[in-house]
């Protein structure tokens, strides 16, 4: 029986933080890999790789804890499984064929760990990722140490928001360019700011221009200093704007939590949660109270009953925003990705 070659497969978030965090490892490790990606509520992503012994899979910027049995099935069959993350978790394995650096710390992202791992060979990569996760401070931080001009970092910035912004949709019919073939694209350069040349790129950021403007018109529908909430119809512009809403709110209301509310063909409500800013803590927490998960500073429920807005709308109310440290927050495993 002639053996077959190892296989590399590549699993990763379809937002600006997972297709440019592997972007970076791959720009320093090329090679033939299989990519495996999607929108942001797609979570079977790993369950779609079919490895065997020998095989490599490089899995980064999905939440470990909702595929803490399927990295294990991989590894009992003798996969090797690198994986990088900054999604709340418990401690992952040990086993000799798992390389896991997970990292939930709210000031970093799967990017900002890539670029940790790979000495900063491709940072301005790393700069798109942690805007695109709208993690501002630590992406001005490292443009800083780059010595990135204003003008550059503002680029990087649009950049990332655009890329996050294009894996919104309930379907790749929302969506203006599906996240595999913007890999693909995006991959051609080494320095993020000649990617912005490229006309499907700029089509992006005008793109992610006309869903804010339209979103940016909805009213909120309960609003306080310390919190508000916005509900957005069920539009092909809300599919798509949801979280960029959500994120942009967060970057300009630093002392108040939003949430945006979207209705969903089921008659479920789709959610974007952001913790205030200024206390970047126990979003995740929240979500996971209505079957929900995501970060600290970022939480989703995907799908919430009916039944449950009134009870979900006072919980958001009325939540504490403060550090509540990962015992709290493994009580449910997280479901998806802000
Ligand atoms: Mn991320």
Request: contains cysteine; proline residues 7%; glycine residues 8%.
């Amino acid at each position: 029986m002639t053996p077959t070659l190892p296989r590399h497969i590549d699993v990763c978030n379809g937002d600006a933080d997972g297709l440019c965090a592997l972007l970076q490892w791959r720009l320093a490790h090329p090679l033939h890999a299989e990519l495996v990606t999607g929108l942001k509520r797609e979570h079977d992503l790993l369950a779609r790789v079919q490895a065997q012994a020998g095989d490599e899979v490089m899995v980064v910027d999905l939440a470990f804890e909702p595929h803490r049995a399927g990295v294990q099935r991989l590894l009992d069959v003798g996969v090797r499984v690198r994986y990088v993350d900054h999604h709340v978790c418990t401690a992952p394995p040990e086993h000799p064929l798992l390389d896991a650096h997970l990292d939930a710390d709210s000031q970093v992202c799967s990017g900002l760990l890539i670029n940790r791992l790979l000495g900063g060979r491709f940072a301005r990569w790393a700069v798109v990722c942690a805007h695109g996760d709208n993690l501002h401070a630590p992406a001005e931080a490292l443009g800083r140490s780059l010595r990135l001009s204003a003008a550059q970092q503002q680029a990087l910035r649009r950049l990332g928001e655009a890329i996050n912004h294009n894996a919104y949709g309930d379907t790749l019919a929302d969506v203006r360019v599906p996240p595999a073939a913007l890999l693909t694209l995006l991959r051609e350069h080494t320095d993020p700011i000649s990617a912005l040349a490229e006309p499907r790129v700029q089509g992006l950021l005008q793109g992610m221009d006309e869903d804010l403007a339209r979103a940016r018109q909805v009213r909120p529908e309960r609003e306080a200093a310390h919190a508000a909430i916005w509900c957005l119809p069920d539009a092909d512009w809300a599919r798509r704007a949801s979280g960029s809403l959500a994120n942009s709110l967060a970057s300009e209301r630093p002392d108040q939590a939003c949430a945006v509310l979207r209705p969903l063909a089921s008659g479920h409500w789709l959610i974007s949660v952001r913790a205030p800013r200024h206390s970047p803590f126990g979003a995740a927490a929240l979500c996971q109270r209505f079957g929900g998960g995501g970060r600290q500073a970022a939480g989703g429920i995907d799908a919430l009953p009916p039944d449950r807005r009134s009870a979900f709308v006072e919980a958001f109310w009325s939540h504490r925003w403060s550090h509540d440290g990962p015992h709290i927050e493994v009580e449910q495993p997280p479901q998806r990705h802000p």
